[in-house]
């Protein structure tokens, strides 16, 4: 089993920044990919950006440029810095994994961005 734990998000105004954590516990020596996924009232939940064990980042095209992924293996913990939010940046964010075919979410975090 694997556990995460986000944190870090609020209320932001439109081009502001928050930054989110994901601290993942239990049984995670063989997670390669964490990634960030989000969910708007109404909407599917989508990729927001991916990092591999190695660094290799991956983004969704509506944030390439405005959001960084990073990840600090020594804590088990990736972060999601959010730059020149949007108010359709709104959703709630989830950090996920998987291992051996099983996916793991986390409880999600709020980010609201008001105009």
């Known amino acids: 089993q694997v556990q995460l734990v ?4 609020g209320l932001v105004q439109a081009g502001g920044s928050l930054r989110l954590s994901c601290a ?3 049984s995670i ?5 964490m990634g960030w ?3 708007a009232p109404g ?3 989508e990729l927001v950006a991916s990092i591999t064990s190695g660094g290799i980042a991956n983004y969704a095209g509506f944030v390439k440029g405005r959001f960084i992924i990073s990840r600090d293996n020594a804590k088990n913990t990736v972060y ?3 730059n020149s939010l949007k108010p359709e940046d709104t959703a709630v964010y989830y950090c996920e ?3 051996f075919g099983v996916d793991f979410w986390g ?3 709020q980010v609201t961005v008001s105009s």
Not at 6 to 9: A, I, P, Q, T, V
Not at 29 to 33: G, P, R, W, Y
């Open 29 to 33: 020596f063989t997670i390669n990919v």
């Open 43 to 45: 909407k599917q939940r």
């Open 24 to 26: 993942a516990s239990g």
């Open 107 to 109: 409880q999600g975090t």
């Open 80 to 82: 999601l810095q959010m």
């Open 97 to 99: 994994t998987s291992k």
């Open 6 to 9: 986000e944190s870090g998000g």
């Open 37 to 39: 996924y989000r969910q």
